[in-house]
Nanobody, 115 residues
Framework: QVQPVESGGGLVQAVGSLRLSCAVPGSILRFDVMGWYRQAPGKQRELVAAMTRSGSTNYADSVKGRFTISRDNAENTVYLQMNKLKPDDTAVYYC?????????WGQGTQVTVSS
């Protein structure tokens, strides 16, 4: 069983920044894709950003140019740098690790952006 562990959420004012971290046990490169998802109250969980093992990235249109996903292989950690935050970014952010054996989810970290 793999349990990604997120950290870094909190309360921030609009146009501020936060960096989320997601650590996994063992080598992060054993996962095909590492991703960040978010779920706002009353809404479905949506993909925010993802990075493949090879380093390719993709982003939701709503965060392009503001959020950046990155990875530290030595620390087995993936990050989500969030800049120019908006109130609409308020959600619980989840880390996801995709492996041929299945998807593994973190417990989530709350991000609240005040206007």
């Amino acid at each position: 069983q793999v349990q990604p562990v997120e950290s870094g959420g909190g309360l921030v004012q609009a146009v501020g920044s936060l960096r989320l971290s997601c650590a996994v046990p063992g080598s992060i490169l054993r996962f095909d894709v590492m991703g960040w998802y978010r779920q706002a109250p009353g809404k479905q969980r949506e993909l925010v950003a993802a990075m493949t093992r090879s380093g390719s990235t993709n982003y939701a249109d709503s965060v392009k140019g503001r959020f950046t996903i990155s990875r530290d292989n030595a620390e087995n950690t993936v990050y989500l740098q969030m800049n120019k935050l908006k109130p609409d970014d308020t959600a619980v952010y989840y880390c996801n690790a995709k492996h041929y054996m299945g998807d593994f989810w973190g417990q989530g970290t709350q991000v609240t952006v005040s206007s």
